[in-house]
């Protein structure tokens, strides 16, 4: 029997704030804190409508290195927060903050900072710890970056989608490093040539600004909600809700995402669902049948088709670890075999993606599944971005980015491929993946370019047997 195998869903159960670093625990109580039965320990979560920053959390400071104080009430932190020596991750979501603290700088192993969907208006130079790897700020208020954000080398992982930037300072161009990138859900009226040439850049995701606000997307059919008859809740993630349901006309099974509206770490989901739509029909996604559009009822999604429980997720979400990079159970190995047609068919999506001027943002082994025969299917639009195909600099420039994400994939695949007789399968498969990876932009090749490559190595015997 079919069932949907929601990316949603399972991005959910591997969220990396929650499941994916060694470092976290349940949540804790002030009580706890307060009474010294917490010492010595590595990590702190604390959710209780904090208006005031608990002091005796300084009597960890000799061992805690995460400190999580998401969903309370807090507009500042104390003057001598830097107290917190070895404190390497700080969560502080959904508070009320309106200026980044000042005082992160003062932590000196500080490397991740998360402070989304506050009300942070304005970004003190003093605020960027030089040392961040991932800075989180979806969902705030903000109207510009400081110029210093040049100066955090380190920077892999930029989170800034769902503020009112008008344009991004050039100077963010010197994080050399700087691998992923949300600005969707903004107000910038262009995409920076400057930011198309940083040779790491693999996952960028601009949708939803002035520049590309209305596209112009194909139609597909509309089925009224009154069509389906809606059973289980398969799954929810932060642009919307995965249900399981029937058509009443005919009792063929499907599932249904229904969108919040609300703005998400990659941007707004209206982007993600003319995005998906754009895509048009290919064996490498999932079979979009129809769009929800009940207006009256506040309600938008889509309609698609199962999936065979036969499906698994290849990987699992960057970890607070690994930053940048997927993760992966030890069960999930591969043969040459799969891997081939794992890295055909995702090449052959890339390639339609490109060809309607979409950049899918977030290729990576997390939004793909298979199953055991390396049947393959690409998802979670959430990060997609249209742009004008008429630009050519411009589109060849994003498509170029996009490569450099899938010579990840191919360094991920490669990692968990067990074959050690298909020598020459694997070395040509290392050449396509270094070159995908290049820094020099001329050196990678188009997806186009990396179909035919990869359908020449079909000649080799163990890859048809």
Request: hydrophobic share 45%.
């Amino acid at each position: 029997m079919a069932i949907i195998c929601s990316f949603i869903w399972r991005k959910y159960l591997y969220n990396p704030n929650f499941a994916q670093h060694k470092l976290l625990a349940a949540v804790q109580t002030l009580k706890q804190l307060v009474s010294g039965e917490l010492k010595g320990i590595v990590s702190l979560k604390i959710s209780e409508n904090l208006e005031i920053f608990p002091v005796e959390i300084f009597e960890l400071a000799d061992t805690l290195e995460l400190l999580d104080l998401s969903s309370n009430r807090l507009v500042k932190l104390p003057a001598d927060f830097g107290r917190l020596r070895n404190l390497k991750i700080f969560f502080c979501s959904d508070n009320l903050f309106k200026v980044l603290p000042e005082v992160l700088a003062d932590c000196p192993f500080l490397d991740i900072v998360g402070f989304k969907s506050n009300m942070i208006e304005f970004i003190p130079s003093k605020a960027l710890n030089i040392n961040l790897r991932w800075l989180i700020l979806t969902n705030n208020k903000l109207l510009k970056l400081p110029a210093e954000i040049g100066s955090c080398v380190k920077m892999q992982k930029l989170m800034l989608a769902g503020n009112r930037l008008r344009d991004l300072p050039k100077e963010l161009q010197l994080c050399e490093h700087l691998s992923l990138l949300r600005i969707s859900a903004n107000e910038l009226q262009y995409l920076p040539e400057w930011l198309l040439t940083m040779n790491r850049l693999a996952w960028l995701a601009f949708s939803g600004n002035d520049f590309n606000r209305n596209p112009i997307i194909k139609n597909i059919p509309v089925i009224n909600l009154d069509e389906l008859q809606f059973s289980d809740k398969l799954g929810e993630g932060a642009s919307g809700i995965i249900y399981k349901a029937s058509r009443i006309v005919d009792q063929v099974n499907v599932a249904v995402k229904i969108f919040k509206g609300d703005v998400t770490s990659d941007g707004y989901p209206e982007d993600e669902m003319n995005a998906y739509i754009q895509a048009g029909g290919h064996f490498g996604l999932v079979n979009l049948l129809g769009q929800i559009d009940a207006p009256e009822q506040g309600k938008r999604g889509l309609v698609m088709a199962l999936i065979p429980s036969s499906f698994y997720n290849l990987g699992r979400p960057p970890s607070l670890a690994s930053c940048t990079r997927d993760v992966f159970g030890d069960d999930i190995l591969l043969s040459s075999k799969l891997l081939y047609k794992i890295a055909l068919t995702i090449a052959s999506v890339a390639e339609q993606l490109r060809s309607r001027g979409i950049i899918h943002g977030d290729l990576y082994a997390h939004n793909i599944l298979i199953d055991n025969e390396g049947n393959t299917l690409f998802g979670d639009f959430g990060a997609a971005s249209l742009y004008d195909l008429e630009d050519d600099a411009q589109t060849l420039q994003l498509e170029k980015i996009e490569v450099r994400a899938y010579g990840f994939l191919l360094d991920d695949l490669l990692s968990i491929c067990q074959d050690s007789e298909d020598l020459l399968f694997r070395k040509e498969i290392m050449k396509l993946r270094d070159n995908c990876l290049s820094l020099d932009f001329s050196d990678r090749p188009s997806f186009n370019e990396i179909v035919m490559q990869l359908s020449h190595i079909t000649l080799f015997p163990n890859i048809n047997s």
